[in-house]
């Protein structure tokens, strides 16, 4: 696959899977005739940093669970994504341990009792810090957007968060909206 410009929506990544889909990046990725895969480079309980805890709705420091993923398309990292839950619905699950989840987490939530019906998201571009910059190969001229999103369930409870960091020059968002 060529390093133009990607074009993605989150609607996939939003949605449980069905039986026998594969993740929703994988998924989108063969679409554009690439391979898409991640790796755990972490996963387990940490104090919640203060932009986690804003988004979980918890105090500065609870524990939370993380999933810290390397994006890769074709083998070259283009993302790097921490999803963060409350304690109380990931400890004792494959959200905690460094395992794939098959069909992905928002269905093993979903199988959980946790399904999103709401999810807020906020865009924001920077200069990557130096750990993200060799992470992604990227120049030091090179920016990167910041997507945060916070998913909530029917009860408006938040059920996971999401930080990911991206090349800018790589990705463009895109947006749909539909009302009524």
């Known amino acids: 696959m060529s390093d133009s410009t990607w074009v993605s929506t989150s609607m996939p990544y939003l949605s449980p899977r069905g039986k026998g889909q ?16 991640q790796r755990i480079a972490h996963a387990g309980e940490v104090p919640a940093p203060d932009d986690v805890a804003e988004l979980l709705h918890v105090s500065p420091g609870t524990p939370v669970v993380v999933r810290r993923r390397i994006i890769e398309l ?10 963060y839950y ?6 004792g699950t494959p959200l905690a341990e460094t395992g794939k989840i098959r069909g992905g987490a928002v269905t093993l939530l979903a199988g959980l009792g946790h399904i999103g019906v709401r999810v807020q998201e906020d865009v924001t571009a920077r200069m990557p810090d130096t750990d993200e910059r060799a992470a992604l190969h990227l120049e030091p001229t090179e920016p990167v957007l910041r997507l945060n999103r916070v998913t909530l369930d029917a009860e408006d409870r938040p059920i996971q968060a999401d930080m990911m960091v991206m090349p ?10 539909r009302i009524g």
């Not at 800018?168 to 947006?175: E, F, N, S």
């Open 86 to 91: 409350p304690a109380a619905i990931a400890r």
């Open 22 to 37: 594969s993740d929703a990046w994988a998924e989108e990725a063969a679409a554009h005739g690439g391979r898409g895969t």
């Open 74 to 83: 074709d083998g070259e990292p283009c993302e790097l994504t921490d999803t």
């Open 168 to 177: 800018a020059h790589r990705q463009q968002l895109r947006y749909e909206i």
